[in-house]
């Protein structure tokens, strides 16, 4: 099965600081998305990518999705406290849309 | 606003015992899904479903089997709960051939002593 692999593992920055989230896959992605997840709690879904070269922003997180659709990044500017929790990147595995595959996700915290 | 229930958020079972943890989709979703959540382990699949009475094993089925009866339940069940599968477990759903996203559960944090 497809295998994902998230640096850092964990994160730790001063407020306004900016960061970036690697998730590499052993295998071609057909789809990757990003997650978060407060500790303790369930997921919330952020942003899909497919095509290569794909780049998506919502707020002050932007993810992109690399050329050969091997690898996918996930930047935050001016992180905020808010933005501490678990960050998560999930492939989708054959193409199908509905079946994920998650990486192991960072850890990140942010210091006021 | 779309939900994915999960019955329990807590639960303490011992060694042994019949656990049952539901998820109930409020979508009309047909896939459904039950992973469980370790440190350094990530999220792993357990069974999921693309349709009422119908399963598919995941990645690490062993100990575990599910139930689907209706469309918009999907059970996870510990036939004989073991001290190794105490764990988060998180249930998702999601339209078929879709998007991807998957719509998650608040999880149940299940302890077995």
């Known amino acids: 099965s497809q295998e994902l692999e998230q640096s850092p593992q964990s994160l730790i920055v001063q407020e306004g600081k900016n960061l970036t989230i690697n998730c590499t896959s052993s295998?071609?992605?057909?789809?990757l998305y990003w997650y978060k997840q407060k500790y303790g709690e369930g997921l919330i879904f952020l942003m899909m990518?497919?095509?290569?070269?794909e780049e998506k922003s919502h707020e002050k997180i932007t993810a992109k999705l690399d050329e050969k659709k091997q690898q996918s990044s996930l930047h935050i500017t001016a992180s905020q406290p808010s933005h501490a929790g678990i960050y998560l990147c999930?492939?989708?595995?054959?193409?199908?849309?509905?079946?994920?595959?998650f990486g192991e996700g960072t850890q990140l915290t942010v210091n006021p | 606003d779309v939900k994915v229930t999960q019955s329990s958020r807590y639960l303490v079972k011992r060694t042994g015992e019949k656990v049952f943890l539901e998820c109930v989709q409020d979508?009309?979703?047909?896939?459904m899904f039950w992973y469980r959540q370790d440190p350094g382990l990530g999220l792993r699949l357990i069974y999921f479903?693309?349709?009422?009475?119908?399963?598919e094993k995941g990645d690490i089925p062993e100990g575990y089997s599910v139930s689907r009866e209706k469309k918009e339940r999907f059970s996870l069940i510990l036939e004989s709960a073991s001290t190794n599968q105490t764990s988060m477990y998180l249930c998702?759903?999601?339209?078929?051939?879709?998007?991807?996203?998957?719509?998650f559960g608040e999880g149940s944090r299940l302890t077995v002593l």
């Open positions: 998702a759903s999601t339209l078929p051939n879709g998007i991807g996203e998957l719509f």
């Open positions: 295998k071609t992605l057909y789809g």
């Open positions: 990518l497919q095509k290569g070269g």
């Open positions: 999930g492939a989708d595995e054959g193409g199908s849309g509905s079946r994920l595959t």
């Open positions: 979508m009309d979703h047909e896939n």
């Open positions: 479903s693309y349709d009422v009475k119908m399963k």
